[in-house]
T-cell receptor, first 107, second 113 residues
Framework: AQRVTQPEKLLSVFKGAPVELKCNYS??????LFWYVQYSRQRLQLLLR??SRESIKGFTADLNKGETSFHLKKPFAQEEDSAMYYC?????????FGTGTSLTVIP | GAGVSQSPRYKVAKRGQDVALRCDPI?????LFWYQQALGQGPEFLTY????????KSGLPSDRFFAERPEGSVSTLKIQRTQQEDSAVYLC???????????FGEGSRLTVL
């Protein structure tokens, strides 16, 4: 069973528009959730984690236990945000990754 | 080097050949993970080491897959008698702690013909 679901494979927004990348998870315990990003020709890297409640590069993500969601949001998208984004759930010794959303920000 | 290093970056194997993929984690990182990423998919967990101990190998798809980390540093993922379905990018990641930020290598892209 898929632990992490990212329903959008592709997402395009115009520069300056708000962006939301959806992530839903399946886990009955207290989740540890992360967003990882892969820019073109770069390795996968951590963007943010829910436990630190931080904003990185203008992105935020709020854990909603009722909806089992951890959507990634940014109020004003920039061209440099174009990348592949993966939501990840950590349980035990394993990180479960979603299938990813490819974000394109149109200038 | 400062980051996780993987080699080879690209490997083409004929079906039935054995391959070995190497991961050199960041110095001092206790935990090491291997992932398999098929085209259009997210990384799928293969196995996890804490120092030299392989604590979880539940993600290895078959007994043709074997991983080791004998001295708690460099790790090798070996695939015996490769099959076409083994074609994927194999990612290695390390972290100083059991959880938290994973530091990924660039991956080894395996193509089985």
């Amino acid at each position: 069973a898929q632990r992490v679901t990212q329903p959008e494979k592709l997402l395009s927004v115009f520069k300056g528009a708000p962006v939301e990348l959806k992530c839903n998870y399946s886990y009955s315990g207290s989740p540890e959730l992360f967003w990882y990003v892969q820019y073109s020709r770069q390795r996968l890297q951590l963007l943010l984690r829910h436990i630190s409640r931080e904003s990185i590069k203008g992105f935020t993500a709020d854990l909603n236990k009722g909806e089992t969601s951890f959507h990634l949001k940014k109020p004003f998208a920039q061209e440099e945000d174009s990348a592949m984004y993966y939501c990840a759930l950590f349980i035990g010794n394993q990180f479960y990754f979603g299938t990813g959303t490819s974000l394109t920000v149109i200038p | 080097g400062a980051g996780v290093s993987q080699s080879p970056r690209y490997k083409v194997a004929k079906r039935g050949q054995d391959v070995a993929l190497r991961c050199d984690p960041i110095s001092g990182h206790v935990s090491l993970f291997w992932y398999q990423q098929a085209l259009g998919q997210g990384p799928e967990f293969l196995t996890y080491f804490q120092n030299e101990a392989q604590l979880d190998k539940s993600g290895l798809p078959s007994d043709r897959f074997f991983a080791e980390r004998p001295e708690g540093s460099v790790s090798t993922l070996k695939i015996q008698r490769t099959q076409q379905e083994d074609s994927a990018v194999y990612l290695c990641a390390s972290t100083p702690l059991r959880t938290g930020e994973l530091f990924f290598g660039e991956g080894s892209r395996l193509t089985v013909l």
